[in-house]
Each structure stands twice: as structure tokens, then as C-alpha cells.
């Protein structure tokens, strides 16, 4: 069983910052992709960000220089660092790892994600 446990939402004020982390833990073999994805009410869920395994990153249009994702492969954690934060930025953060894990078998490039942490952006 795998499982992704995001933490660091809440409440911040415009301008502000915020980091956001995410373990990944189980029988884990290697962890390919993770990421960062968000939906604000009455939306579709959007990229935020992604890093690969290698740690080349990717954002999405919306938050590019002002949110620095980065993991720690060691750890199996992900961190989004979020700064110059605007009232656009809220919603329902999830994290998500592309990944390969040993059960009676081993499964390649199985796709998990955590059950999301709440950013809001208000004064």
C-alpha cells in the first residue's frame, strides 16, 4: 500500500508565502514523477507543478516565478514553495508521485495521489 500525505496549507495573506510538503511512503521501489496539481471551487484541476526524477522541473503558466518545487528522493518527499501569493492561488492542493512499488509483484509507473491540503489567500 502506498500512501502521500500532503501538509503546510492554511490561511495566508496576498504577498504572502506558504510551503507545502508531501511523503510518500509503502513499499516504494522508485518514485518517477512528483507533483503538485490544484482545483479551486467550481473548477478543473490544473498543474501546478511537477519534478522528475532527475529534478527537472516544470510549471504550470500561472505560477511560474513564484513557486519552486523541489524533493528530497531520500525522503520521498516533495516540497512546493509558494511565495508572492494572490487570492488566485486558492484551492485544494494535491499531491501526486508516479512511481513503481513492490507488492506480490512489482508494478511500474503506478499513479497515487494524497488527499489534498487547503491553501487559501485572503486579506
Known amino acids: 500500500q502506498v500512501q502521500l500525505v500532503e501538509s503546510g496549507g492554511g490561511l495566508v495573506q496576498p504577498g504572502g508565502s506558504l510551503r507545502l510538503s508531501c511523503a510518500a511512503s509503502?513499499?516504494?521501489?522508485?518514485?518517477?514523477?512528483m507533483g503538485w496539481y490544484r482545483q479551486a471551487p467550481g473548477e478543473q484541476r490544473e498543474l501546478v507543478a511537477t519534478i522528475a526524477a532527475g529534478g527537472r522541473p516544470n510549471y504550470g503558466d500561472s505560477v511560474k516565478g513564484r513557486f519552486t518545487i523541489s524533493r528530497d528522493n531520500a525522503k520521498n518527499t516533495v516540497y512546493l514553495q509558494m511565495n508572492s501569493l494572490k487570492p488566485e492561488d486558492t484551492a485544494v492542493y494535491y499531491c501526486?508521485?508516479?512511481?513503481?512499488?513492490?507488492?506480490?509483484?512489482?508494478?511500474?509507473?503506478?499513479?497515487?495521489w494524497g488527499k489534498g491540503t487547503l491553501v487559501t489567500v485572503s486579506s
Open positions: 509503502g513499499n516504494i521501489i522508485r518514485i518517477n514523477t
Open positions: 501526486n508521485a508516479n512511481l513503481d512499488y513492490s507488492s506480490v509483484v512489482v508494478r511500474y509507473g503506478m499513479n497515487y
